[in-house]
């Protein structure tokens, strides 16, 4: 989750700095450079090592939902409000800024500023996730970044602005790694990689889904009832998991 935010404190930099003297399409030719470096790097790595743990008997997409449609049903549902979120930052703090008279520039700062209060959080978050439970930093996350969507209508500056996108920032970096985290607590032993990678199909889709509220929302009402739409699906999903959803911590092993 830290080395995630890292690139995207550094990315937006990049793309402010270049936005200058290449005008708008200088952040897409760093964007397409810096895709192929992590390709070549991928492919320089060499072949990943071979797992000395024996194969288990392959497991069915059908028989992983069936027993785990409740987790399906609540733990993964919470998260995704969660990831539609932060999916919707992409769309709403830029067209949020443009309506306001920012420049490209601007918004890339604001996108930094962003992620920076991101990485200050994720060490401090993990070490509370495992001494206090993993509800204990994603129901804080799943609030401030809902306070944080619903004050982007109220602000009408570049400071205000970034005052709502520093609280978004600190309440995104309160969830960091809560994602991986609650599904490999709640991953059975078989048939583990299929549970993974069902949960992490079913949350992505909110990550997509994102951008999404924000147009239909904008189009039927207006860009400044986004946020406020956006904020009642964090608040449910915070509902949700204080509610429903069990906690994962294994405080004997902690």
């Not at 959080?121 to 401030?144: E, H, N, Q, W």
């Not at 306070?147 to 109220?154: E, F, K, V, W």
Request: charged share 10%; net charge positive; no cysteine.
């Amino acid at each position: 989750g830290g080395t995630h935010r890292i690139g995207l404190f550094i990315g937006p930099i990049l793309g402010a700095l270049v936005t200058g003297p290449l005008g708008i399409t200088g952040p897409f030719l760093i964007q397409s450079m810096l895709a192929l470096l992590a390709a070549l790097s991928i492919f320089l790595a060499g072949r990943p090592t071979r797992s000395e743990v024996p194969a288990a008997a392959p497991t069915s997409l059908r028989r992983i939902v069936r027993e785990h449609r409740t987790t399906f049903s609540t733990a993964a549902t919470a998260v995704v409000t969660l990831q539609i979120l932060r999916g919707s930052r992409a769309a709403i703090i830029p067209l949020w800024g443009n309506d306001l008279g920012l420049d490209a520039r601007q918004v890339g700062i604001l996108f930094s500023l962003s992620a920076g209060v991101e990485i200050l959080m994720f060490y401090p978050v993990g070490r509370m996730m495992d001494r206090r439970g993993r509800k204990s930093t994603a129901i804080p996350s799943l609030i401030l970044l809902s306070l944080g969507m619903a004050a982007l209508p109220l602000t009408s500056d570049f400071l205000t602005l970034g005052l709502a996108v520093a609280l978004i920032g600190f309440a995104n970096g309160m969830g960091a790694g809560i994602n991986q985290t609650l599904s490999a607590d709640l991953a059975p032993t078989s048939g583990r990689s299929v549970f993974l990678g069902l949960w992490r199909t079913i949350t992505d889709a909110g990550t997509a889904g994102g951008p999404s509220v924000v147009a239909l929302t904008a189009s039927l009402a207006s860009l400044s009832a986004a946020p406020v739409v956006l904020a009642g699906f964090g608040l449910g999903g915070a509902v949700l998991m204080w509610r429903m959803v069990p906690e994962t911590l294994n405080r004997d092993a902690a």
